[in-house]
Every structure is written in C-alpha cells, then in structure tokens.
C-alpha cells in the first residue's frame, strides 16, 4: 500500500433527509489539497463557515455524532467520515447546504459506491500515522462499554455487541484495514434501533426523517394494534406489519449487520482523529459518545507522544555519520559547528546529537553566573542537522549551502545547560521541491523537549 494521502479524483454530489431534522440535504465531497484533512463547510450560511472533522470540535452524541465550531452545527456525519477515511480519502472539503449529512438508507453504501466510481488521487504529502505506544482503554463500567487500542503495525477492529435482546443475540464483527473489503462487508450495513426506542422519539418529533427504510427496527415485545396504526400514520404506510423480530419483515443483509454497523459508527467517529491509526482496537458496546471520549484521548496521547522523543540515544551505537563526515556535508566549522553526531537518517526524518559543554564560547557571556544556551543557538543547531537530512536527499557528488527562509511557530520549553546532551529529531513537512525544504524541528534533553519550531531553508548548489 502506498504511504501518499490521497483526494477524491472529482466531486461528488448526495441528496436525501436528515434524519433527525427531516430537511431535504444537497451535499457535495470535493477534492481538497493535501494536509488539508477533511472540513465541512455550511453553505446554506453567511460566510459559508467551516468546521474541521476533529474530535475537539463534537459536541453531541446523543443520537448522533455532531461537530461545532462558533456556533455552527454539522450531525450526523459518522457514515460519510467513514466511507471517506475506510475507503483511503485523507483529503475532502464536504459542502452541505443544511445542519445534517442525509441519511440515505440508513448506511454508507452509496457514499462508498460513489468513492470508488470516481477513484482515488494521490498526493505528494505522506500520510501521517499515529501509534499508540501502549494500551489506552476507555471504560463505562455501569453501560458495560470497554474500548481498548493496543500498539499494532496495522490498522483492525474486533467487535461486540450484547443488548440482552432475543432477535439481535450476541453479534461479531472483525474488520482490518487494507486487506478487508470495507465497501463489501462495512459499508452496506444499515443502522439499527429497538422499536420501544422509537415511539417516544416519534412523540418528541426527533427522527422526523427516519423511516422503515432507512434503519433496521428490531421488535422485542408484542405490538398492539393501535401502535402499529400508530406506526402506519406517522410513516404514511399502510404495509407496515412486524414479522420475524423485525418491521416489515426486513431481510438482513448480513447475520451479524448490527454488529457491523456498530463497526462502521466506530471507524467514522475514529476518523475524527485527524491522521490514520496503526493500532488493533477492541470494542464492546460501543456508542457515538464512547467512540468520541476514545477519540479524544488518543489526540491527547498523541500531542503528549509529540512532546517525547521517537528514538532513544544510545552513546555505544556507531553514527550514521561522525563529525568529520559532517564537516564534509556542512560548511560550519568551530565555534559554530553545533551538530557533533548523527544517529539515524532516512528520506524524511533525522536524528542528531550534540553534547554541550561549560567550554562553548558562548558560556562565557550568556550567562558567567547562569550559563544557558541561547535559544537562537539552539534553533542554528536544529537547521544544522536538517542540514544534513537536505544533503541526504541531494543529489550525490555535489557541494550544497543551505540558507533560512522562515522560521515559525518556535517554543522554547525548557534551557538547555553544560553537561545536557542535546537530541534533535526533525522530520519533512512536505516533500523537498526546487530545492525548498520545509520541516518540523525538536531539541530534547532526556525526556524533556527543549525546543520546536517549523522551518523553511533553500538549498543552492555551489558553482565549482
């Protein structure tokens, strides 16, 4: 499988009803840049105000999974983020025209029908992923409700289901990212709900799009002939009837679809991530509000994650690269050669050592009484070893400078003194074009992040 996020080839366009709202839907899926994840965007308002497909920004869960930002409200969007992220999109800005995604019959599976009529295009950006380093559970002890992600190279869920129901029983359901058919097993499964959950729903106006077509009802306990005149009146069918546990005698298009349904809600609230998951998930009675508390964990592990180093120092490991061999990449000579050693490279990240001593010329007056590092050293000393990444991707046999262009988003976290081993780690941002590099930048001491920044440099190749 490749590693490039990848756009929708075209747009494509979805008209239905809301199902909690009942309001006819016009939605368009357009392609978007690379990087720009996916973005919802209301143009039925003024300004066509966007809201960012990220766990911070749900606000409700109650029936459905909502996102808000200033106000602005889209629901009901975990089947069309699942069909979008299941199916390889990294990339869309969805355009609708009122406060809910249509229901459609109740699944994904026209959404990922139409993905996969207008296919896929790649991008230059690499996907990013997250991996958790070590087992995160979310836990509802009283609902029954356990979600646990375990550190996987790849992407799966195992699923159960138990409502203590006679029709549904116990259900399974497995799915692997990459090697299961997800618009063959996921996408076609509808959603599902219990008869006695629907009447006071009806009463209170809730579902005003939902009908028998659009959602799989499971009947549980004998229906008097006033519920079911009821049930014809408010759906404006006169074939309503019950039959084998089900409304209207509703063939099942899987054993288990409630179980993959289930599923299908958990990938789309997943999704809400923001970058692609390698763990192995297991899940027992999962709901939206679940799937979301999980959701945010994993951005608040992830952002910790961020803030701890990816490769741990180890002093006896032969470097990729001695100091004399940086001598011979980068033009810095004493005193203002700030990189000593570097330890791993690769076509976009690096790793790179220096260790400070009380001897560094610049001690001596910043500070005599508290020396500290200055911090436009330690950025130098950040450039200098995405110096040496940019080298590594040049062309071989030839002499390069590399010249700042812009520097953004620089924290300072903690000083760096004589006696720290300082460990950057930087990684491309974007593919090097026309010779423009753009990274993200991290010093760390231990543990401990010492600085980061976002930088832009140009490398130039020097005339002979």
């Given amino acids: 499988m490749t590693n490039k996020q990848k756009t929708l080839n075209q747009p494509i366009q979805f008209s239905g009803r809301g199902l909690h709202t009942g309001l006819a839907v016009n939605m368009t899926v357009n392609p978007a840049p690379e990087r720009h994840g996916i973005v919802f965007r209301r143009t039925d308002l003024e300004g066509a105000p966007e809201i960012p497909a990220l766990s911070d ?5 109650s029936r459905s999974t909502t996102i808000e930002k200033d106000g602005v409200k889209v629901s009901t969007i975990e089947h069309i983020m699942s069909a979008l992220w299941m199916s390889g999109v990294d990339n869309a800005l969805i355009e609708v025209d009122a406060p809910e995604v249509p229901i459609m019959d109740g699944s994904a599976k026209d959404y990922a029908a139409e993905i996969a009529r207008v296919g896929l295009a790649e991008q230059e950006a690499e996907i990013e992923y997250y991996t958790p380093r070590e087992r995160i559970s979310y836990v509802n002890e009283e609902r029954g409700i356990v979600i646990d992600i375990f550190p996987d190279d790849e992407y ?10 006679k029709v549904l029983g116990n259900q399974y359901a497995t799915f692997a990212y990459g090697k299961d058919d997800y618009a063959a097993q996921i996408a076609p499964c509808r959603t599902f709900v219990f008869l006695h959950e629907i009447f006071p729903l009806l009463q209170h106006n809730l579902v005003k799009g939902g009908d028998i077509d659009n959602a799989i009802i499971v009947v549980e306990r004998p229906v008097s002939d006033d519920e079911l005149d009821y049930l014809r009146k408010t759906f404006h069918r006169e074939d309503v009837q019950i039959t084998g546990g089900y409304l209207n005698n509703l063939e099942l298009r899987f054993v288990n679809e409630p179980a993959r349904h289930k599923l299908l809600d958990l990938t789309g609230d997943l999704a809400l991530l923001g970058v692609r998951i390698k763990g192995r998930v297991m899940a027992t009675r999962p709901g939206h ?8 964990m994993l951005r608040k592990n992830r952002r910790s994650q961020s803030q701890k180093p990816r490769y741990k120092y180890n002093p006896a490991q032969q470097p990729v690269y001695d100091l004399n061999q940086i001598k011979e990449c980068l033009p810095h000579r004493q005193p203002f050669l700030l990189v000593d050693k570097i330890m791993h490279i ?7 050592i220096k260790n400070v001593t009380y001897n560094e010329p610049f001690f001596a007056g910043h500070f005599p009484e508290e020396p500290v590092m200055p911090g436009v050293l330690l950025i130098e000393a950040m450039a200098q070893c995405g110096g040496m990444l940019a080298m590594h991707n040049m062309e071989k046999g030839c002499r390069y400078s590399t010249y700042f262009m812009k520097i953004d988003n620089v924290r300072f976290k903690n000083k760096v003194v004589p006696g720290d081993t300082l460990q950057f780690e930087l990684k491309l941002i974007e593919p090097i074009r026309r010779g423009i590099v753009v990274m993200e930048a991290k010093a760390f001491v231990a543990d401990k992040l010492a600085c980061e920044a976002e930088m832009m440099a140009q490398v130039t190749k020097i005339k002979e």
């Fill in 57 to 61: 920004y749900v606000t409700d869960t």
């Fill in 156 to 165: 799966s869920i195992s699923l159960h289901v138990d409502y203590g129901s």
């Fill in 289 to 296: 509000f679940a799937n979301t508390e999980l959701c945010k």
């Fill in 346 to 352: 690769d076509e976009d990240s690096i790793m790179g």
